[in-house]
């Protein structure tokens, strides 16, 4: 079975620029989920889907964050524009449902210059 | 605010050791505390997690142990290999889905 997928693995983009991450959830997962982590720390909750549905978006900086995922399956996760705040790493998550157990992609690796 | 505390921040042991990671929490309503492993360039995989009806949970040489009253629990590696090297979060959540993630224990097991 696959895992989640994420693209690309590396990002370098110039502070001010937009750049977009992708993300393929394990096949009939429902529940999707985008977490920021910060070195060294753990992973924060960015926005929560189930299907298309965007049920938890209270920790998205909504100003320059945003997210969509057509057809329930996979996902954008947009900055613009960037900030040199914003390098981290962006993981994605799904479960078959709520509640179930999360299976996390490799991440997206962010650097803002 | 993080939500969940976690020490220590690194830990070295020997191969054969064992391993504890120590988290706390504050919010009563957590029902649900798993422990994420991550290798780098990795995401973080489940390793265990246990609910609050039962003290310990045990999976091969990995064992949460769980304090209701004092809102701790543990993580040990039992006969640590240098396989296990990784970085180690706890988490909680209310209704399984909201985790709310520790710092992280990087482990670094010597052979």
């Known amino acids: 079975e696959a895992g989640v997928v994420q693209s690309p693995r590396y990002k370098i983009i110039e502070k001010k620029q937009p750049v977009a991450f992708w993300c393929n959830p394990i096949s009939g997962h429902n529940t999707l989920y985008w977490y920021l982590q910060n070195l060294g720390q753990g992973p924060e909750l960015l926005i929560r889907?189930?299907?298309?549905?965007?049920?938890?978006d209270s920790q998205l900086p909504k100003d320059r964050f945003s997210a969509e995922r057509l057809k329930g399956v996979d996902s954008t996760l947009k900055i613009q524009p960037a900030e040199l705040g914003d390098s981290a790493v962006y993981l994605c998550?799904?479960?078959?449902?709520?509640?179930?157990?999360?299976?996390f992609g490799p991440g997206t690796r962010l650097l803002v210059l | 605010q993080q939500q969940v505390k976690q020490s220590p921040q690194s830990l070295i042991v020997q191969k054969g050791g064992i391993s504890i990671i120590n988290c706390a929490y504050e919010n009563t309503a957590f029902d649900y505390f798993p422990w994420y492993q991550q290798f780098p360039g990795k995401g973080p995989a489940l390793l265990i997690a246990i609910r609050p009806d039962v003290s310990e949970k045990k999976e091969g040489r990995f064992t949460i142990s769980f304090n209701k009253s004092a809102k701790q629990f543990s993580l040990h590696i039992m006969d640590s290999q240098p396989g296990d090297s990784a970085t180690y979060f706890c988490a909680a959540s209310r209704d399984d889905y909201k985790l709310s993630f520790g710092a992280g224990t990087t482990v670094t097991v010597r052979a």
């Open positions: 998550a799904s479960s078959l449902e709520r509640g179930q157990t999360q299976y």
């Open positions: 889907y189930e299907n298309e549905e965007a049920v938890d």
